[in-house]
Protein backbone atom coordinates (compact mmCIF):
# COMPACT_ATOMS: atom_id res chain seq x y z
CA UNK A 1 0.00 0.00 0.00
CA UNK A 2 1.25 3.06 -0.77
CA UNK A 3 0.97 6.69 1.21
CA UNK A 4 -2.44 8.64 0.83
CA UNK A 5 -1.10 11.63 0.29
CA UNK A 6 2.71 10.87 -1.98
CA UNK A 7 4.86 14.05 -1.87
CA UNK A 8 3.98 15.25 1.47
CA UNK A 9 7.00 16.71 3.34
CA UNK A 10 5.50 14.77 6.43
CA UNK A 11 2.57 12.78 6.95
CA UNK A 12 -0.28 15.29 8.28
CA UNK A 13 -1.78 13.57 11.68
CA UNK A 14 -4.72 15.15 13.36
CA UNK A 15 -4.55 15.44 16.86
CA UNK A 16 -8.26 15.81 18.77
CA UNK A 17 -8.35 18.63 21.72
CA UNK A 18 -10.07 19.89 24.89
CA UNK A 19 -12.54 22.95 24.85
CA UNK A 20 -12.06 24.59 28.36
CA UNK A 21 -11.85 27.85 30.11
CA UNK A 22 -8.03 28.96 29.34
CA UNK A 23 -5.79 32.13 30.38
CA UNK A 24 -3.31 34.01 28.06
CA UNK A 25 -2.34 37.55 28.24
CA UNK A 26 -4.65 39.06 29.08
CA UNK A 27 -7.28 37.05 28.04
CA UNK A 28 -9.19 34.41 29.93
CA UNK A 29 -11.78 32.46 27.04
CA UNK A 30 -13.30 29.54 26.24
CA UNK A 31 -10.52 27.63 23.93
CA UNK A 32 -9.17 24.44 21.87
CA UNK A 33 -6.67 23.35 24.24
CA UNK A 34 -4.35 20.14 24.51
CA UNK A 35 -1.05 19.45 26.39
CA UNK A 36 2.13 20.39 24.23
CA UNK A 37 3.17 17.24 24.76
CA UNK A 38 1.17 15.18 22.21
CA UNK A 39 1.49 17.34 19.42
CA UNK A 40 5.53 17.52 20.25
CA UNK A 41 5.57 13.61 19.83
CA UNK A 42 4.04 13.48 16.71
CA UNK A 43 6.19 15.93 15.32
CA UNK A 44 9.11 14.30 17.24
CA UNK A 45 7.86 11.11 15.30
CA UNK A 46 7.97 12.63 12.26
CA UNK A 47 4.34 13.87 11.71
CA UNK A 48 3.43 17.43 11.54
CA UNK A 49 0.08 17.77 13.95
CA UNK A 50 -3.25 19.21 12.79
CA UNK A 51 -5.25 20.42 15.97
CA UNK A 52 -8.98 18.98 15.38
CA UNK A 53 -10.98 21.18 17.81
CA UNK A 54 -14.96 19.94 18.21
CA UNK A 55 -17.35 22.92 17.66
CA UNK A 56 -20.62 23.13 19.26
CA UNK A 57 -22.17 25.20 17.08
CA UNK A 58 -21.55 23.45 13.51
CA UNK A 59 -24.22 24.10 11.58
CA UNK A 60 -24.90 20.10 10.92
CA UNK A 61 -23.93 18.84 14.28
CA UNK A 62 -20.69 17.89 15.63
CA UNK A 63 -20.41 15.17 13.17
CA UNK A 64 -20.12 17.41 10.35
CA UNK A 65 -17.14 17.30 7.89
CA UNK A 66 -15.60 14.03 9.41
CA UNK A 67 -15.08 12.53 6.28
CA UNK A 68 -13.69 16.03 4.92
CA UNK A 69 -11.30 15.79 7.79
CA UNK A 70 -9.90 12.34 7.42
CA UNK A 71 -9.47 12.69 4.19
CA UNK A 72 -6.86 15.26 4.32
CA UNK A 73 -5.17 13.28 6.74
CA UNK A 74 -2.38 10.45 6.94
CA UNK A 75 -3.06 9.55 10.63
CA UNK A 76 -5.29 10.23 13.72
CA UNK A 77 -4.48 10.64 17.40
CA UNK A 78 -7.31 10.35 19.77
CA UNK A 79 -5.82 12.11 22.84
CA UNK A 80 -7.41 11.93 26.65
CA UNK A 81 -10.15 13.98 28.92
CA UNK A 82 -13.33 13.50 30.52
CA UNK A 83 -15.60 10.74 30.76
CA UNK A 84 -17.50 9.33 27.63
CA UNK A 85 -21.44 9.41 28.27
CA UNK A 86 -22.05 6.01 29.58
CA UNK A 87 -25.47 6.60 27.47
CA UNK A 88 -23.10 5.68 24.18
CA UNK A 89 -22.57 2.13 25.18
CA UNK A 90 -26.06 1.93 26.43
CA UNK A 91 -25.53 2.45 30.31
CA UNK A 92 -26.90 5.28 32.90
CA UNK A 93 -24.39 7.52 34.79
CA UNK A 94 -22.13 6.50 37.82
CA UNK A 95 -21.81 9.19 40.49
CA UNK A 96 -18.35 8.95 39.63
CA UNK A 97 -18.82 9.72 35.87
CA UNK A 98 -17.47 13.19 35.40
CA UNK A 99 -16.33 15.80 32.78
CA UNK A 100 -18.63 14.51 29.89
CA UNK A 101 -19.11 16.15 26.69
CA UNK A 102 -21.44 14.90 24.77
CA UNK A 103 -20.70 17.16 21.79
CA UNK A 104 -16.83 15.74 21.61
CA UNK A 105 -18.04 12.57 21.92
CA UNK A 106 -20.02 12.65 18.69
CA UNK A 107 -17.01 15.13 16.68
CA UNK A 108 -14.66 12.30 17.90
CA UNK A 109 -16.87 9.06 17.37
CA UNK A 110 -17.88 10.77 14.26
CA UNK A 111 -13.92 11.00 13.23
CA UNK A 112 -12.90 7.63 14.59
CA UNK A 113 -15.52 5.66 12.31
CA UNK A 114 -14.10 7.94 8.70
CA UNK A 115 -10.84 7.06 10.06
CA UNK A 116 -11.67 3.02 10.10
CA UNK A 117 -13.62 3.42 7.09
CA UNK A 118 -10.58 5.05 5.04
CA UNK A 119 -8.28 2.51 7.13
CA UNK A 120 -5.99 5.29 8.23
CA UNK A 121 -3.81 4.84 11.55
CA UNK A 122 -5.25 5.84 14.38
CA UNK A 123 -3.49 5.92 17.93
CA UNK A 124 -6.18 6.28 21.10
CA UNK A 125 -5.10 7.64 24.53
CA UNK A 126 -6.85 7.09 27.41
CA UNK A 127 -10.24 8.58 26.94
CA UNK A 128 -9.78 7.91 23.17
CA UNK A 129 -8.88 4.10 23.93
CA UNK A 130 -12.38 4.06 25.68
CA UNK A 131 -14.09 5.70 22.74
CA UNK A 132 -12.68 3.25 20.44
CA UNK A 133 -13.64 0.40 22.37
CA UNK A 134 -17.40 1.93 23.03
CA UNK A 135 -17.62 3.07 19.09
CA UNK A 136 -17.04 -0.63 18.47
CA UNK A 137 -20.16 -2.12 20.61
CA UNK A 138 -17.99 -2.22 23.80
CA UNK A 139 -18.34 -1.20 27.50
CA UNK A 140 -16.67 0.49 30.32
CA UNK A 141 -16.42 0.07 33.95
CA UNK A 142 -17.22 3.43 34.90
CA UNK A 143 -15.23 3.59 38.23
CA UNK A 144 -12.43 1.15 38.40
CA UNK A 145 -11.92 1.18 42.49
CA UNK A 146 -15.80 -0.09 42.53
CA UNK A 147 -14.28 -3.49 40.12
CA UNK A 148 -10.73 -3.81 41.04
CA UNK A 149 -11.12 -2.93 45.16
CA UNK A 150 -8.34 0.08 44.68
CA UNK A 151 -7.23 3.59 43.34
CA UNK A 152 -3.71 2.25 41.73
CA UNK A 153 -4.45 3.60 38.90
CA UNK A 154 -5.38 7.39 39.77
CA UNK A 155 -5.20 8.18 43.33
CA UNK A 156 -6.67 11.75 42.77
CA UNK A 157 -7.89 13.90 39.89
CA UNK A 158 -5.05 14.73 37.61
CA UNK A 159 -2.54 12.24 39.22
CA UNK A 160 -0.61 10.31 37.29
CA UNK A 161 0.59 6.70 38.82
CA UNK A 162 2.97 4.10 37.72
CA UNK A 163 1.43 0.56 36.36
CA UNK A 164 2.75 -2.19 35.88
CA UNK A 165 1.69 -4.03 31.93
CA UNK A 166 2.13 -7.17 30.25
CA UNK A 167 1.86 -7.12 26.64
CA UNK A 168 0.01 -10.09 24.74
CA UNK A 169 2.21 -12.08 22.39
CA UNK A 170 2.09 -11.46 18.95
CA UNK A 171 0.62 -7.76 19.28
CA UNK A 172 1.36 -4.33 18.03
CA UNK A 173 2.13 -3.69 21.09
CA UNK A 174 4.45 -6.16 22.56
CA UNK A 175 6.34 -4.83 19.15
CA UNK A 176 6.73 -1.63 20.01
CA UNK A 177 6.92 -2.07 24.04
CA UNK A 178 8.59 -5.48 24.73
CA UNK A 179 7.05 -7.69 27.44
CA UNK A 180 6.58 -5.99 30.08
CA UNK A 181 6.62 -2.42 30.87
CA UNK A 182 5.54 0.39 33.22
CA UNK A 183 3.38 2.83 32.44
CA UNK A 184 1.97 6.05 33.83
CA UNK A 185 -1.86 5.92 34.07
CA UNK A 186 -4.32 8.53 35.27
CA UNK A 187 -8.07 6.61 34.82
CA UNK A 188 -10.96 5.68 37.11
CA UNK A 189 -12.63 3.88 34.05
CA UNK A 190 -11.33 0.74 31.97
CA UNK A 191 -13.11 -1.61 29.03
CA UNK A 192 -15.17 -3.90 30.10
CA UNK A 193 -16.91 -5.72 27.19
CA UNK A 194 -14.43 -5.91 24.22
CA UNK A 195 -16.00 -3.92 21.40
CA UNK A 196 -16.34 -6.01 18.09
CA UNK A 197 -13.18 -6.80 16.54
CA UNK A 198 -10.88 -5.81 18.86
CA UNK A 199 -7.87 -7.43 20.75
CA UNK A 200 -7.00 -7.38 24.19
CA UNK A 201 -2.88 -6.35 23.88
CA UNK A 202 -2.01 -5.23 27.42
CA UNK A 203 -3.31 -5.97 30.52
CA UNK A 204 -1.83 -4.26 34.04
CA UNK A 205 -0.20 -6.25 36.28
CA UNK A 206 -0.58 -6.36 40.52
CA UNK A 207 -3.41 -7.03 43.06
CA UNK A 208 -6.28 -6.81 40.41
CA UNK A 209 -9.69 -7.96 41.05
CA UNK A 210 -10.41 -8.31 37.77
CA UNK A 211 -7.93 -8.60 34.65
CA UNK A 212 -7.64 -4.63 33.87
CA UNK A 213 -7.37 -4.04 29.82
CA UNK A 214 -4.71 -1.37 29.48
CA UNK A 215 -4.37 -2.32 25.39
CA UNK A 216 -6.78 -2.75 22.95
CA UNK A 217 -5.73 -3.18 18.89
CA UNK A 218 -8.20 -4.01 15.78
CA UNK A 219 -5.60 -6.77 13.57
CA UNK A 220 -5.89 -6.74 9.82
CA UNK A 221 -5.58 -2.74 10.05
CA UNK A 222 -2.76 -1.01 9.06
CA UNK A 223 -2.49 0.85 12.96
CA UNK A 224 -5.10 0.63 14.91
CA UNK A 225 -4.20 0.80 18.53
CA UNK A 226 -5.51 2.14 22.20
CA UNK A 227 -3.62 2.76 24.97
CA UNK A 228 -5.26 3.65 28.59
CA UNK A 229 -2.31 4.96 29.85
CA UNK A 230 -0.58 8.53 28.86
CA UNK A 231 2.85 8.19 26.69
CA UNK A 232 2.96 11.48 26.22
CA UNK A 233 3.52 12.29 30.19
CA UNK A 234 6.33 10.01 29.67
CA UNK A 235 7.87 11.75 26.73
CA UNK A 236 7.65 8.34 25.26
CA UNK A 237 7.77 8.55 21.72
CA UNK A 238 7.10 4.98 20.87
CA UNK A 239 4.13 4.60 19.87
CA UNK A 240 4.01 7.74 17.66
CA UNK A 241 7.07 6.30 16.06
CA UNK A 242 4.72 3.55 15.09
CA UNK A 243 1.94 5.35 13.96
CA UNK A 244 3.91 7.58 11.57
CA UNK A 245 5.51 4.79 10.27
CA UNK A 246 1.72 3.31 9.71
CA UNK A 247 1.31 6.19 7.49
CA UNK A 248 3.43 5.06 5.33
CA UNK A 249 1.73 2.34 3.77
Given at each position: ?????????????????????????????????V????????????????L???????????????????????????????????????Q????????V?????????A???A???A?????????????????????????????????G????????????????????????????????????????????????A???????A????????????R???????????????????????????
Amino acid sequence: MTARHPGRAGPLVGVTTYVAEAAWGDWTRRAAVVPSSYYELVAAAGGRPLLLPHCHEAAGGPREGAEEVVAALDGLVLVGGGDLDPACYGQARHRETRGVDPVRDASERALLEAALAADLPVLAVCRGHQLLNAALGGTLFQHLPDVVGHQGHRTAGGEFEDVDVVTVPGTTAEAVMGEKATVRCSHHQAVDRLGDGLVVAARALGPEAVDVIEAVELPGRRFVVGIQWHPEEAGDRRFFDALVAATAG
